[in-house]
């Protein structure tokens, strides 16, 4: 079986990148929003995985494994600080939180 | 990783001992002062632990860290400017109705990882020095969290992060998909021999860097400076505005040196357009602002704007400028932010404008202390900061970099305005009968012996190294010349 | 006993560290004793150095003494150096002296004030910046200096802060003044790009030794820069708006600061660089140029006058122009000998001011004086030898042989004039009106209002010796048809190039005859001044008060509408400015881009943009701008 192209491996990382990028900026819900940040983490790692492939080293999947790790702990803050919205704003709507502004 | 290798390193380790033993320390026994006193205790055998560091020769450990002069210089500076931040941050604390132990846990966890921002050689350490740093900051902006100003801060500082921290992964993975190198030594030599060509890299140094601006507060990834600056608990605020600024920025240099040698490179240009953008913007937003933090955190973004035009004139004594810059920047935020933190009560803290004034009568030496290090700011002679800018007006021109160092010049001029509006409020006497500022009357604030104690020392130091720059000066040229300059 | 130079700037410097941690403990004694002891100590210091100088001159008629290098990057290191010489012994004697009379002074009339102690911390920092101006070897310690005053400056205008009015004069003189600086900072970085250096003797001689091309073109601008920076701190047109609004201080502030010694500052570094106007014709006339146009101005401002110390003030004003007029036409000594005569009659003046203010109960307007000559006899002479020494009575007044020889080298020097000559005669006849304008008004006539205060000996005796000065003073320098005693000139010939006086103007200008036409023009001013004001000063005032003069009056009484121009054409504006920029200007980008991006990600939810929103759109949208410039150049 022919080898996937590092090219059409980065083009579906920067693809997914986009997606989460988008839902970022058009939805609310403050869940949703740590949802797309992880898509485009993750997006960002499967671009690693793709370009230790192209040089035949396991760095990228190293690098992977430490995008993993740390997401995992920006979500596990994100959603303390998401149930500390909650109590704080009453709704988990992002666009609530504008009191800060000037 | 041999035992020799555990002893250079030894300043890491010994940083991470103290994290871990304040959290040990706060199950068995939650005391406040014991945290601090751990805490202090820690950063002050950390420092220690520089000196046997600088006592070994090989100084790479694994392909990630370096423990060179330069990431030593900047260790020193960071564990220093984290301790003062400790101090600051007792009696702020102490008055607050939530746990403060864990409070110096994450402050520890932070400067880890802007140590190892500093120390690192390589993306992965890179990556994992950054998020750390992040991580706890998060936790620490939210720390007051009953007030929703600062879990609204929190939010934003954390979505902001995570984003633009994919946007630096994504853009390491593509420079490493296109040259093969994960290294600064790997970086080093990608930037120097950039060609027009190379679009994927170009991109990809592109997104590194807005990873690397976010961090900056450079714009226009600046947006996130003054909500968080306001929303922040103050010496949290302090935080971030000494300590994650200096360890990216240092960094910033050991990756990207060869970035000034090529006037006409893509990345050149990028930088030359964010340096002025953000004198500009960091500048003009400042005039009026009523909110002290907010005016503070304008401020800073102009104060990065010059660090990056020093970053941009080619040459070690450009580097020592950006490192001595480095220091002043630090000490006079701290010293500026120490007194907002000083000044805040236990409702709210002292950011308003109003809060100032007539403290010249109020409080002499706190209003002293503020104006010198305003002044400083604002690169007043007889003051550090004077000298800071001097170097980089010096090192710009130099590199004939004439465009940003007139830009400097005069954004450095508008700037005096709103330094000297607070300056000039807090002498005007506060009319008859008025509360000062909006504070609950009754309030007590955050000031306690330690802290104004401090903060003197801080200004003495500001007005010292005003008059007589040389020490530091040697430390800031002897700390640069260990990085490969072309 | 030179090495104790140091010591001279050091003393004052201590004072006002000591008051600073120890002014609560030390009481108003205390605090007296050590903000006027430590000048005084650098005054006798100052007298022991300064003769000990003049005794046995050092080589090169210069001391130089290095205290430490300020900072070293890549070969420029400027050091804290000392530099002891002519011209810089003079400005220190006059601040030291005149400074520790007016600091005595001061301790009576601010006897009942409540911020007593932080106007001595000021005023001896003052002391010591003026006197770090002066002695600064390189005019990068200069500049030092010439920040330290103006902060001073600033601070001790706006010392009764309670009063915003107050604290707005401060920051108008701060900031007019900052335009100046901008352009001396200018100058000294043009300088320093192009011969490498700042020490000024070393400069100077670089400079001089590289002349004429290729540097005119740098010497001409570097001249015109430090000129825009002497403009700035001596009051002249065009920035001179700040010094009228800065009596709003304390008299003895005005005296010290605004007379004797920070104004002249300007003076001092023209002086000092001579070498830079001497070698560029053009920037030596705009410098003459300057000095004309203000002597006028500020001169006939001074005639229109309510105010007595606005008044004193547009005096300062149009005295530092005959210095500068001096200055650009090569009569360097002479105006260094003015600034003496001035130093002494116009703190005299100043301070004489302050007694009589403090004694009406903070009566400024002298149409509300009068008839003081009896109630404050003391005062009335003393205030009277002051004017006549402004006013350049001959013979017995130090200002009489200090504005003489200036005038007689605006027109004997070989870059003089008649033009600058007439300007100088006029500008005298002016004087001689506005100086007794003042005496008549204040110290003749009915009283309108009642003393209720009067001076006690530390106001009187530095009243009495600066009147003593006043006459006294003029004596080092007598012309040559009286004599020829001038030590002075001898001592300022080791330091400054005399002036080139030749030709028949010259000829005619050092003689008896233009000695007596000043003497007829001053006399004719003086005699104008007592027809107009003594017996029918009713009538003047009514002429000044009619239809067809009254517009006058008022641009006169508006210092010429300086004022109302730049608030119209620079202060408005960038107010303007600031207060649209006020809220985040981002923040309408922000609107627009949440838009462009809703619209063009149509078929997902649309809703009301947040703010976290849009700060992300802001920052994907400058990744695309960036990538944009980068990828696509």
Redesign the interface.
Known sequence: MAAVSLDHVLALAAVLFAVGFVGLLTRRNLIVVLACIEIMLNAAGLAFVAAGARWGQADGQVMFLFVLAMAAAEVAVGLALAIRFRQAMKSLDVDDADRLRG | MTAADLLTVSPLIALTLTAVVVMLAAAFRRSHALALRLTLGGLAATFGTLFVAASRDARAVTLLVSMDAYTLFFIGLLTATTALVAILSYQYLAQLPVQPEEYYVLLLTATLGGVTLVASTH??AF??GL?IL??SL??LI?YT?RR??A??????Y???A??????L??G???V??ET?T?TAAGMRDVVAGLH?GA?VT??GL??L??GVG?KLAL???H??T??VY??APAPVTTYVATVSKGAVFALLLRFLLPVSADQGS??F??LA??AAASML?GN??A???D?VK?MLAYSSIAHLGYLVVAFLAAGE?AGAAVAFYLVAYLTTTVTAFGVVTVLSTADRDADHLLDYRGLGARRPVTA?VFTVALLSLAG???TIGF?GK??I??AG??AALWTLVVLLVVTS?VG?YYY?RVI?AM???APEGAQAGRTAPGARAATGAPAVFTLVALTAFLLATG????PL?RLAEHAVSVLPWP | MLSLLWLIPALPAAGSVLLVLFGRRLGRGGTAWVGTGSVSLSAVLALLVCGSFLAAPPAGDAYRQVLWTWFDVGGFAPAIGLHLDAVSIVWVLVITVVGFLIHLYSVEHMERDDGFTRFFIYMDLFVFSMLVLVLADNLLLLYLGWEGVGLCSYLLIAFWQEDAQNVYSGRKAFIVTRVGDTALIAGLFLLFTHYHTLEIGQLMHLVASRSPAPDSGVVLAAGLLLLGGAVGKSAQAPLQTWLPDAMAGPSPVSALIHAATMVTAGVYLIARTNVLYTLAPDARLAVAIVGTVTLLLAGFSALVQRDLKRALAYSTISQIGYMFLALGVSGWEAAVFHFMTHAFFKALLFLAAGVVIVALADEHDIFRMGGLRRELPAVFATFTVGAAALAALPLVTDGFYSKDLIIATSLGSVDGGAWFYVASLIGAFVTGLYSFRLVWLVFFGARRTEVSRRPRWRQLVPLYALAALSVTGGFVWMPAWLGGFEPLRKLLDTALPPAPMEGAAAHFAESVGAALITILVVAAGVGLSYVLWMPRRERTQAFAAAPSVQPLVALWLGGWGFDWFYERVFVRPVKRFAHWARHDLVDHVVGGIAWLNLAGWRGLSAGQNGRLRGYLAVTGLGVVLVLAVVVLR
């Open positions: 993306f992965a990556f994992l998020e992040s991580v998060y936790a939210a969290a929703a100003a879990v609204e801060a929190a939010v934003k954390l979505v902001l995570g984003a633009t921290s994919a946007f992964i994504f390491m993975a593509l490493y998909a093969g994960m027009p679009v170009i991109i592109v997104m860097l807005v976010f714009v226009p990834f947006m996130w003054p909500d306001e929303g893509a990345v240009l990028a357009a964010v913007a003009l937003l005039l009026r602002q909110n907010r004594r002293a007043l002679p007889l000298i001097f170097l007006v010096t021109s130099g001029a005096l000297t000039v002498y005007v006497r008059v007589y720059p040389q000066l």
